[in-house]
């Protein structure tokens, strides 16, 4: 996927495979895309600006794109996919000794590094999720439910390990957390200070707000 800092160059020349060179083209048209709509919205994506950054003529993105929305809902998956196997593989490296707590609380940096730093597809994913047309968001919203059903598990076994407040209620805490790192998306940025505080901050707040456990 398509980190924030600019895509690797290629070299077209070099590469003798049709298909491959097919595909790095592809890829270049959907790295563009992901960082014009993670900044321009879905308004206001225009296939110009995406060709421009890919040094492509505009046309040529249909070649790969049938239109303009199926460019935005390949966009709008890859986003969560990512995220999914991102912060999946971060949790399944840690102990499997390690609290509950601490599992979430490396869940909520990896999301929050992701989605502001790493990952122009997830940026894109989550602040549009509100703009584009409902049929865009078939395949994401697919994805969302399996990145929604890792979260479920850690709030479950944090719940079962009496890690929580016992006066909470463990999906609407996980909703308010989910929540609130994406909602960074679109409020943060290097001016507003270093992203190390921004997610020392959220652990914090997250940690101090689910359990009394100091």
Known sequence: MARKSAPAPTDDSTDTDTESKSARTRQRILDAAAHVLSRKGYAGTRLSEVAEIAELQAPAIYYYFPSRDDLVEEVMW?????????????????PSDMRPLDKILVAVEAHMRHELEISDYTTASIRNAGQVPEKIRVRQLAE??????????????????GELRPELDSTVARMLVLGALNWAAEWWTPTRGSLDTVVATAQSIVRNGLSDDR
């Not at 929604?148 to 850690?154: D, K, V």
């Open 78 to 94: 890859a986003g969560i996919a990512d995220m999914n196997i991102h912060v999946g593989g971060i949790l399944e490296a840690l």
């Open 144 to 161: 969302e439910a399996k990145y929604g059903a890792l979260w479920r598990a850690l709030f479950d076994e944090a719940a079962a390990a």
